[in-house]
């Protein structure tokens, strides 16, 4: 193989990625209009109904757009040898291997926020804010991106540099030291993450005692769940989306509720949420999701330290002299259709853990509950009720509100 046959290979791949990707987003689309299955009739009145039909065709026609730029952009890129360029102003800086490293990816990422910035900009400030979703302002939009940097490059900077240290020190078992320090630093985001990074963009306050308090913690001792940490965040500052979500576990474990979240539906749905994220704590979905992405992790790096040397990596890209951020970046180029392949698979085990944890919800609540909270869930963020099955496949984590419906629905108490 030549070094410009895997240039060609490495551009095909971004070509029919693009392609693939502009296929699902048609195909869903072409299913805006369908009739709305009659287990969801009631999500929706006449007036709503066409207010989600203005929102997904809005994002749809956004999406498109900004899909297309971003194509164009890596496309251009590459024809002329983009990274080329990049590592050669890294390398008239600084000749240590680390620094370029960090230097040769932070010019990439921060070029590639230029370019998304203003997509995310008139998201948030212009459909967002039409839809009556956005409630960030300008100065939070900005602080957060600012925020996002120092974190991205103060954590990214650390992990770069050491897995780069380990490629000098150990080159032929550096994925083994880049492995274990990955996984430990998965293993800490797990447990911590909610008291290292949520509170640099979020304020989370104890749920007070009252009423919703004493019901969560009434359900929490039926099912034999320990349960000290309830928080609320304010995510009303961003967004009228609501959310809730279970991190850590052992002493660290936390479920997070959504301000809005608490403000949109009555204390039973409320706790029939709970009750579904109790689900992925007593399935152990956390422990799962954490050990498989060690494992894929593993794989992913083992298979970088069989390609790293090859030199073909770096021609391919236009680069005489190798360097381990230039071999990085073809790899990943050309890792691309596996890496679909693995979030594929991640997504049918995500779904078929949603489906435990509706069903737990289900066995040890109540399963009206549960519906009235997606139903009301999904009509508050003007949600998508026909998504092609192709689609949902693909990129969806969690199955469809009809697939969640009927599962609950056919399920006996």
């Known amino acids: ?140 939009f900005w602080l957060d991106k600012l925020k996002g940097w120092l974190v991205g490059a103060i954590l990214g900077g650390i992990i770069l540099s050491l897995i780069i240290w380990f490629f000098q020190k150990f080159p032929d078992t550096f994925w083994l030291y880049a492995w274990i320090l990955i996984s430990l630093f998965s293993l800490i985001m797990n447990m911590f993450y909610t008291k290292l990074i949520v509170p640099l963009f979020n304020k989370q306050t104890p749920l007070e005692n009252g009423s919703l308090r004493d019901k ?99 021609e391919a890209l236009g680069v005489e002299k190798p360097g381990f951020h230039i071999g990085l970046v073809a790899f990943g180029l050309l890792y691309s259709p596996i890496s679909t392949l693995t979030g594929l698979l991640m997504n049918m085990l995500s779904r078929k853990f949603e489906y435990q944890a509706d069903n737990y919800a289900k066995d040890t609540f109540d399963g009206k509950f549960l519906l009235q909270a997606l139903k009301k869930l999904s009509r508050k963020s003007l949600s998508n009720l026909t998504p092609h099955p192709l689609y949902v496949q693909i990129h969806y984590s969690h199955p469809s509100l009809l697939q969640r419906v009927r599962n609950l629905k056919r399920r006996k108490s």
């Open 216 to 314: 969560i913690e009434s359900y929490a001792e039926t099912v034999g769940f320990q349960l000290d940490n309830i928080f609320v965040i304010d995510g009303s500052k961003r967004s009228t989306k609501a959310n809730a979500y279970f991190s850590g576990f052992g002493s660290q474990k936390q479920i997070t509720l959504y301000d809005t979240l608490v403000n949109d539906l009555e204390e039973e749905e409320i706790v029939a949420v709970l009750a579904h994220e109790v689900g992925h704590y007593k399935h152990k979905h956390i422990i799962y999701n954490l050990v498989i992405s060690i494992i894929s992790t593993g794989f992913t790096l083992w298979i970088l330290s069989l390609m790293i040397g090859n030199p073909l990596l770096y």
């Open 1 to 140: 193989m030549t070094a410009q046959l895997l240039f060609y290979i490495i551009l095909g791949i971004v070509v029919l990625s693009f392609i693939f990707e502009q296929y699902l987003d048609h195909i869903n689309a072409k299913k805006f209009n369908d009739e709305v299955p009659d287990e969801l009739k009631d999500v929706y009145d006449e007036k709503e109904y066409q207010k989600s039909q203005a929102y997904k065709a809005a994002k749809h026609k956004f999406v498109t757009f900004s899909s297309w730029i971003s194509f164009i952009a890596i496309v251009v890129f590459l024809l002329l040898d983009g990274f080329a360029y990049v590592n050669q102003l890294a390398f008239s800086i600084t000749s240590q291997p680390i620094a370029v490293g960090l230097l040769f990816f932070g010019i990439l990422l921060l070029a590639s926020d230029i370019l998304s910035t203003p997509f995310s900009y008139y998201s948030t400030f212009v459909i967002e804010e039409k839809f009556g979703f956005n409630k960030t302002t300008k100065k939070l």
